[in-house]
């Protein structure tokens, strides 16, 4: 029975830590709870070709393409040739449930029995007008009648509406011809026939060609590409955005309205009451709540260009010079992706020996890395499964804590110095990671061999690993931990922290040496080689002694948060987010200062104290809240109490791509690159992207850096939305699905499916 009674007392306690509120003793919020509501989760596939592919349509669920003037289908991820389809085709065009070819030497309609030949013309465009199918040719437009097409210029010819040329009984004498050309486009709009030609937007009303129609407003550019009718809108592509035509109004959407490229080259209608829109360098989509959503080359496409797209039921095909890329659209929850990413972390062999790691491509296979932090790497997703465990009671959750856990605890007690951390652990041989020749600064890395010969481990541990450990053990300890799995969490507060004091307020490598980062003592933050680092470090150390203090009730600890107080560390963490000169803003420190806050704060007792630490997150968040990240909102919302902007916070883990690998992205020529209404660029970033417009970072938690990424040879793993979604659910800042169909909740795994990292084949972690 003795051993029964933690798992009681964790039992007990689980509908308390469920509201999340008791860690910080908030108990009114302002902050709203956000349902989990279904939305569509896009997933992208590039396919590339050597020619560039000049038009797209989809037709019967099936797309077509065109490439150097022939007609493919996309079959199986691949484009094969159509059988029989004409030759020296320059655009396809589904309309009226038809699929028309435009060709140099006529136009073909798709049937029954194969490709027919309307005509023999060469038309630009054609559009449904008043239920009837009409066609343009560059000069002139046709109505489909009975199988043919039919010219609708009037028998006198065409009126123009210069009124200088109207006679009293309303004829018109024009010393020339009034052309209706050179057409590009036609496009039927509140049942009116409007022609685009170069430059030039025109009406025409079966008689009269009216360029005189606009009255307020002029084209953006002179360059002008495609036409689109949507709802109360004609909008207009051109080198400078988009003209929106609305009654005789004529305006734009540009970069400062907030589209991405002005230097716009096709436009098509969504699924969704969205629009598409082409670019030179890559797609846009506008959604029908005026969400601009920018899907950019290398991530999404396989090239800059677009030159069509084409919308079917659920998918996206967006032509470009280099082949295409295909957006499929599926209803997903957030809790939803995070199963999929869970999933994706299992069938990828992120894990190993409790280790999360990134992957990367090595010799022909993906190798797990072996880094300069596996236990920082390892703290987000301890501390998710920590908070999915409060939150449900998954056994499974539990066991992946306690594993992490373990992992992390293994880094101190591989060392022969109690409370010392390693950085990480290698195999001798099973890891197929090579050991790293780089520490901290630039200087050699330091390796040391276990006893036993079995393990390498990494020395030189800076702050960073020290305040992940501190943050998830005592995450794991409170929420998580079961019988001797709580001792051992405390024991590893204790040992940490006792090791810091031990040695004056810093960590000794083996020869007894500060490690290069592992500084928190007066002597360094408080004289000028560290002093950028005084408010951030001093907030670790007095997180360290608050924390060994809260777990383990020794007076030691205690003792030593006085000090810290007593050289005036709490004041200094108020300014510890340094914004200027640029060389100290270092976007890693943010990760460590809010693993501070979360910690520091639940701990602390002094109201004093806490009223500093307070206002210091108070100026941080302020700094940070442009980034608009989960992570930073829901610390200061489960802090405080305060307003958090939590529905910005669900909009960017809607926003998290599928796709784990580490892409290379551009952003910096974009032409909506400003701050957005309501916040301050206290960093200098220009603008707060999308995870969806960046690629899959460590921890996610960076949104202002416009460019970046890798080549698509790593695997990035994604504990990031899994500890800000957990997080989330803990704390209340999202509600659970109210759906319980189960394609909507969660990802089904097909046993024995692996894609990464072939599963780890070695020595097993020692048991302690």
């Given at each position: 029975?003795?051993?029964?009674?933690?798992?009681?007392?964790?039992?007990?306690?689980?509908?308390?830590?469920?509201?999340?509120?008791?860690?910080?003793?908030?108990?009114?919020?302002?902050?709203?709870?956000?349902?989990?509501?279904?939305?569509?989760?896009?997933?992208?596939?590039?396919?590339?070709?050597?020619?560039?592919?000049?038009?797209?349509?989809?037709?019967?669920?099936?797309?077509?393409?065109?490439?150097?003037?022939?007609?493919?289908?996309?079959?199986?991820?691949?484009?094969?040739?159509?059988?029989?389809?004409?030759?020296?085709?320059?655009?396809?065009?589904?309309?009226?449930?038809?699929?028309?070819?435009?060709?140099?030497?006529?136009?073909?309609?798709?049937?029954?029995?194969?490709?027919?030949?309307?005509?023999?013309?060469?038309?630009?465009?054609?559009?449904?007008?008043?239920?009837?199918?009409?066609?343009?040719?560059?000069?002139?437009?046709?109505?489909?009648?009975?199988?043919?097409?039919?010219?609708?210029?009037?028998?006198?010819?065409?009126?123009?509406?210069?009124?200088?040329?109207?006679?009293?009984?309303?004829?018109?004498?024009?010393?020339?011809?009034?052309?209706?050309?050179?057409?590009?486009?036609?496009?039927?709009?509140?049942?009116?026939?409007?022609?685009?030609?170069?430059?030039?937007?025109?009406?025409?009303?079966?008689?009269?060609?009216?360029?005189?129609?606009?009255?307020?407003?002029?084209?953006?550019?002179?360059?002008?590409?495609?036409?689109?009718?949507?709802?109360?809108?004609?909008?207009?592509?051109?080198?400078?955005?988009?003209?929106?035509?609305?009654?005789?109004?004529?305006?734009?959407?540009?970069?400062?309205?907030?589209l991405p490229v002005e230097q716009t080259s096709c436009l098509a209608n969504g699924f969704d009451g969205d629009l598409w829109i082409g670019t030179a360098k890559g797609a846009v989509r506008m959604t029908a709540e005026k969400e601009w959503q920018y899907f950019g080359a290398q991530i999404w496409l396989p090239g800059d260009h677009v030159n069509a797209i084409a919308v079917g039921k659920n998918r996206v095909y967006i032509a470009t010079d280099t082949g295409m890329g295909i957006l499929s659209y599926e209803p997903f929850t957030l809790l939803k992706k995070?199963?999929?990413?869970?999933?994706?972390?299992?069938?990828?062999?992120?894990?190993?020996?409790?280790?999360?790691?990134?992957?990367?491509?090595?010799?022909?296979?993906?190798?797990?890395?072996?880094?300069?932090?596996?236990?920082?790497?390892?703290?987000?997703?301890?501390?998710?499964?920590?908070?999915?465990?409060?939150?449900?009671?998954?056994?499974?959750?539990?066991?992946?804590?306690?594993?992490?856990?373990?992992?992390?605890?293994?880094?101190?007690?591989?060392?022969?110095?109690?409370?010392?951390?390693?950085?990480?652990?290698?195999?001798?041989?099973?890891?197929?990671?090579?050991?790293?020749?780089?520490?901290?600064?630039?200087?050699?890395?330091?390796?040391?061999?276990?006893?036993?010969?079995?393990?390498?481990?990494?020395?030189?541990?800076?702050?960073?690993?020290?305040?992940?450990?501190?943050?998830?053990?005592?995450?794991?300890?409170?929420?998580?931990?079961?019988?001797?799995?709580?001792?051992?969490?405390?024991?590893?507060?204790?040992?940490?922290?006792?090791?810091?004091?031990?040695?004056?307020?810093?960590?000794?490598?083996?020869?007894?040496?500060?490690?290069?980062?592992?500084?928190?003592?007066?002597?360094?933050?408080?004289?000028?080689?560290?002093?950028?680092?005084?408010?951030?470090?001093?907030?670790?150390?007095?997180?360290?002694?608050?924390?060994?203090?809260?777990?383990?009730?020794?007076?030691?600890?205690?003792?030593?948060?006085?000090?810290?107080i007593k050289w005036g560390y709490p004041n200094n963490t108020i300014r510890q987010k340094n914004v200027f000169p640029p060389e100290t803003i270092a976007p890693w420190d943010d990760h460590l200062a809010f693993w501070s806050y979360y910690t520091l704060l639940r701990y602390v007792k002094d109201p004093q104290l806490k009223a500093i630490y307070l206002r210091s997150l108070d100026r941080t968040w302020e700094v940070k809240r442009m980034a608009q990240v989960p992570w930073y909102n829901f610390i200061y919302g489960a802090a405080t109490g305060n307003d958090?902007?939590?529905?910005?916070?669900?909009?960017?883990?809607?926003?998290?791509?599928?796709?784990?690998?580490?892409?290379?992205?551009?952003?910096?020529?974009?032409?909506?690159?400003?701050?957005?209404?309501?916040?301050?660029?206290?960093?200098?970033?220009?603008?707060?992207?999308?995870?969806?417009?960046?690629?899959?970072?460590?921890?996610?938690?960076?949104?202002?850096?416009?460019?970046?990424?890798?080549?698509?040879?790593?695997?990035?793993?994604?504990?990031?939305?899994?500890?800000?979604?957990?997080?989330?659910?803990?704390?209340?800042?999202?509600?659970?699905?109210?759906?319980?169909?189960?394609?909507?909740?969660?990802?089904?795994?097909?046993?024995?499916?692996?894609?990464?990292?072939?599963?780890?084949?070695?020595?097993?972690?020692?048991?302690?």
């Amino acid at each position: 029975m003795k051993n029964l009674w933690p798992l009681c007392v964790a039992l007990f306690l689980l509908p308390i830590f469920a509201t999340g509120e008791n860690l910080f003793g908030n108990g009114a919020h302002q902050w709203k709870a956000q349902k989990d509501e279904v939305y569509s989760q896009e997933s992208g596939e590039i396919i590339r070709t050597v020619h560039p592919i000049l038009s797209a349509a989809v037709f019967e669920e099936k797309c077509y393409v065109v490439m150097e003037g022939n007609l493919y289908q996309l079959e199986k991820g691949a484009f094969t040739p159509v059988s029989e389809a004409p030759k020296g085709i320059f655009r396809l065009k589904q309309i009226n449930n038809q699929l028309w070819l435009l060709a140099n030497d006529g136009i073909f309609l798709r049937d029954y029995k194969g490709w027919q030949k309307t005509d023999n013309r060469k038309f630009v465009d054609l559009c449904l007008h008043q239920n009837h199918l009409l066609a343009a040719t560059s000069e002139e437009v046709y109505r489909l009648e009975e199988g043919k097409f039919v010219s609708i210029k009037p028998k006198g010819g065409y009126y123009t509406s210069d009124m200088t040329m109207l006679q009293e009984n309303g004829s018109q004498l024009n010393d020339t011809p009034v052309k209706l050309g050179p057409i590009t486009r036609i496009e039927s709009h509140n049942g009116t026939l409007y022609v685009l030609r170069p430059g030039e937007l025109v009406l025409f009303d079966g008689l009269e060609v009216n360029s005189d129609f606009i009255d307020w407003g002029r084209l953006p550019s002179r360059e002008t590409h495609d036409m689109i009718s949507l709802g109360s809108r004609l909008l207009i592509s051109t080198g400078k955005g988009i003209a929106v035509l609305r009654g005789a109004s004529l305006t734009s959407l540009g970069g400062k309205e907030g589209l991405p490229v002005e230097q716009t080259s096709c436009l098509a209608n969504g699924f969704d009451g969205d629009l598409w829109i082409g670019t030179a360098k890559g797609a846009v989509r506008m959604t029908a709540e005026k969400e601009w959503q920018y899907f950019g080359a290398q991530i999404w496409l396989p090239g800059d260009h677009v030159n069509a797209i084409a919308v079917g039921k659920n998918r996206v095909y967006i032509a470009t010079d280099t082949g295409m890329g295909i957006l499929s659209y599926e209803p997903f929850t957030l809790l939803k992706k995070a199963s999929f990413y869970e999933k994706h972390l299992e069938e990828w062999g992120h894990k190993r020996l409790g280790f999360i790691h990134n992957l990367y491509w090595k010799n022909g296979e993906w190798v797990r890395e072996v880094s300069d932090n596996d236990g920082g790497n390892t703290a987000p997703y301890l501390a998710a499964m920590c908070y999915k465990y409060a939150c449900t009671g998954d056994k499974t959750a539990r066991h992946e804590a306690v594993e992490s856990a373990m992992a992390l605890i293994w880094l101190d007690r591989i060392t022969p110095v109690d409370g010392f951390i390693a950085r990480s652990i290698w195999s001798a041989t099973a890891d197929k990671d090579e050991r790293g020749k780089q520490g901290s600064g630039g200087l050699p890395a330091k390796w040391y061999p276990t006893s036993d010969g079995k393990w390498f481990w990494k020395g030189d541990t800076s702050s960073d690993e020290v305040i992940a450990h501190f943050y998830a053990i005592s995450l794991f300890y409170e929420l998580a931990a079961e019988g001797i799995e709580k001792e051992l969490a405390k024991e590893h507060i204790r040992r940490m922290a006792s090791y810091i004091l031990k040695c004056g307020w810093v960590m000794n490598d083996l020869d007894g040496k500060p490690t290069r980062w592992a500084r928190w003592n007066p002597e360094y933050l408080l004289r000028p080689y560290g002093y950028s680092d005084k408010g951030l470090n001093g907030l670790e150390a007095l997180t360290f002694m608050e924390t060994a203090y809260a777990i383990t009730g020794e007076e030691i600890f205690k003792t030593g948060n006085q000090q810290l107080i007593k050289w005036g560390y709490p004041n200094n963490t108020i300014r510890q987010k340094n914004v200027f000169p640029p060389e100290t803003i270092a976007p890693w420190d943010d990760h460590l200062a809010f693993w501070s806050y979360y910690t520091l704060l639940r701990y602390v007792k002094d109201p004093q104290l806490k009223a500093i630490y307070l206002r210091s997150l108070d100026r941080t968040w302020e700094v940070k809240r442009m980034a608009q990240v989960p992570w930073y909102n829901f610390i200061y919302g489960a802090a405080t109490g305060n307003d958090c902007e939590e529905q910005k916070a669900i909009v960017h883990l809607r926003d998290f791509p599928l796709d784990c690998m580490a892409n290379k992205y551009e952003n910096s020529f974009r032409d909506d690159l400003f701050v957005e209404p309501g916040y301050t660029s206290y960093e200098g970033g220009k603008k707060n992207l999308s995870p969806r417009e960046s690629s899959i970072a460590q921890d996610n938690h960076s949104s202002t850096d416009l460019d970046g990424g890798l080549d698509g040879k790593r695997v990035m793993n994604p504990s990031g939305f899994l500890l800000d979604y957990w997080m989330g659910r803990y704390h209340g800042f999202i509600e659970a699905p109210t759906t319980s169909d189960p394609d909507l909740i969660s990802v089904k795994s097909i046993p024995g499916q692996h894609f990464g990292a072939a599963p780890y084949d070695g020595p097993p972690r020692p048991a302690f």
